[in-house]
């Protein structure tokens, strides 16, 4: 079974830091394009940040551009969102979600995307 698990969120005062991971089983994440989305209360899912499948490219949307790094540790099958200088408007679920495609493929939007983790809700207190 092809799967994603997020783990890492929690609450944390303004300007604070969380890393977020998002650990793949029953594939391996270094031929897979893997985002990050968020969906606060009443907004629609948005993207946070995408890593390409092979050779890790990345993109960030411009609010997180500077604060948040994305990631991939190929051994250990994660990709990681480190969030520094948290604001509350970072306060969301956070999902991570994976398709598999030839390298260097980066996805932007949400319906390209085949399989999605559960999310971990993200906090921010001012």
């Known amino acids: 079974q092809l799967q994603l698990v997020e783990s890492g969120g929690g609450l944390v005062q303004s300007g604070g830091s969380l890393r977020l991971s998002c650990a793949a089983s029953g594939f391996t994440l270094d031929a897979w394009a893997i985002g990050w989305f968020r969906q606060a209360s009443g907004r629609e899912r948005e993207v946070v940040s995408c890593?390409?499948?092979?050779?890790?490219?990345?993109l960030y949307a411009d609010s997180v551009k500077g604060r948040f790094t994305i990631s991939r540790d190929d051994a250990k099958n994660t990709v990681y969102l480190q969030m520094n200088s948290l604001e509350r408007e970072d306060t969301a679920v956070y999902y991570c979600?994976?398709?598999?495609?030839?390298?260097?493929?980066?996805?932007?939007?949400?319906?390209?995307?085949?399989?999605w983790g559960q999310g971990t809700q993200v906090t921010v207190s001012s």
């Open positions: 890593i390409s499948s092979g050779d890790s490219t990345t």
């Open positions: 979600a994976g398709a598999p495609g030839p390298r260097g493929l980066l996805l932007r939007s949400a319906p390209e995307y085949d399989i």
